[in-house]
């Protein structure tokens, strides 16, 4: 996957996009970057370049007019006033007839990455604040608490929807990044639920790298517990292995993973092949050794459900700090060894 870690803002505008009102409120002028808003914006662009849940995109074939005016500028042909303008209408546009999509500021940005220009559309939902508010009676003053609707997310929080459109071209494996997280509380929101990515931006998913060894790595684990749960011993020979081929392979067969794995175990090999598959893990695996990294700093292990520990990478594989002990009868000794110091929370 492609990690995107030098980001560099060239120019910003925001739109108001409020459902209650009959038009968008256009900004007419390019954002003056101060220290302040810059870092702000950034702060955003990068946390949301971090995000789980980024995902690879392609533009459907069809004609789509953020496809067409996010080209025009990428390529050096358009307005960015005009164009951010015409990018907010689309949205409030599918805003007006749904009444489920929230209202939101719109700030459309231009970037310079390592991976090349971009054009990010943020959709800042409001957040619910409150306030104090002062009033006057009778000579006296009263002091009351209100709600404030029209806050904008903090630098410290997530963006529900945004995306980054590069400049298409055939060695692109994809066209844009994009995240589109669902609302969990509402229902009946079949079209306002995908408006974003299919409606908005029309492009579809695909997989990328890390999302492909993500998947991976949860089945291997679910099959594991749904399969081994009372057999700790070979759990912990699937996870150790797992965890080895990761680090070392950028490649995993998974017939070969699991006859590795398994032995002579045959049914047990097949079984683990067969229910990776069903969960559409194709044979072979790309490993997206970056997110790997990541993933395995830390480990956390829940034992016999009372128990938690968190340990890190160094430390699990140091056999003179902690070893993993097998009895032979499908139990395991967890050992923690020479502790200088220890404090209780």
Same mark, same amino acid.
């Given at each position: ?31 003056? %970057?101060?220290? @302040?808003?810059?870092?702000?914006? !950034?702060?955003? =662009?990068? #946390?949301?370049? &971090?995000?789980? +849940? ?112 590069? %400049?298409?071209? @055939?060695?692109?494996?994809?066209? !844009?990044?994009? =995240?589109? #997280?669902?609302? &969990?509380?509402? +229902? ?112 956390? %292990? ?44």
């Amino acid at each position: 996957m492609e990690y995107v870690s030098e980001v560099n803002l060239n120019e910003a505008i925001i739109h108001i996009l409020d459902n209650n009102a009959e038009e968008p409120v256009y900004n007419e002028y390019i954002l003056e %970057l101060s220290d @302040e808003t810059y870092e702000y914006i !950034l702060k955003h =662009i990068q #946390k949301s370049l &971090k995000d789980e +849940e980024l995902k690879y995109a392609v533009f459907n074939k069809d004609r789509n007019i953020v496809k067409e005016l996010s080209q025009e500028y990428l390529s050096g042909q358009g307005d960015f006033i005009a164009i951010s303008k015409e990018i907010s209408k689309q949205l409030f546009i599918l805003m007006k007839s749904n009444g489920n999509i929230p209202s939101c500021d719109l700030i459309v940005v231009s970037i310079s990455t390592e991976f090349g220009p971009m054009l990010a559309i943020l959709k800042m939902d409001y957040i619910k604040n409150y306030t104090h508010n002062v009033d006057f009676l009778e000579d006296k003053i009263g002091i009351s608490i209100v709600p404030q609707f029209i806050g904008l997310p903090s630098g410290g929080q997530r963006l529900q929807k945004c995306a980054f459109i590069k %400049l298409i071209s @055939e060695e692109n494996k994809f066209d !844009l990044m994009v =995240i589109d #997280k669902q609302s &969990k509380s509402k +229902e009946g929101e079949d079209y306002g639920s995908n408006y974003f990515i299919s409606n908005f931006l029309g492009c579809s998913i695909i997989e990328n790298e890390r999302d492909i060894t993500r998947n991976f790595i949860k089945n291997a684990e679910k099959w594991t517990r749904d399969n081994l749960k009372d057999n700790a011993e070979t759990a912990e020979v699937v996870r150790s292995s797992l965890k080895r081929k990761l680090k070392q392979e950028d490649k995993i067969d998974i017939n070969e993973f699991s006859k590795d794995v398994f032995g002579e175990s045959r049914d047990a090999a097949e079984n683990f092949v067969q229910y990776i598959k069903d969960q559409g893990v194709n044979d072979q695996i790309e490993v997206d050794k970056q997110w790997v990294e990541n993933k395995l700093k830390r480990v956390r %292990l829940k034992l016999d459900k009372d128990i938690d520990i968190y340990i890190n990478e160094e430390t699990y594989d140091d056999s003179s700090r902690f070893e993993i002990v097998r009895n032979g009868d499908g139990t395991i000794n967890m050992v923690i060894k020479h502790i200088k110091n220890y404090i209780e929370k």
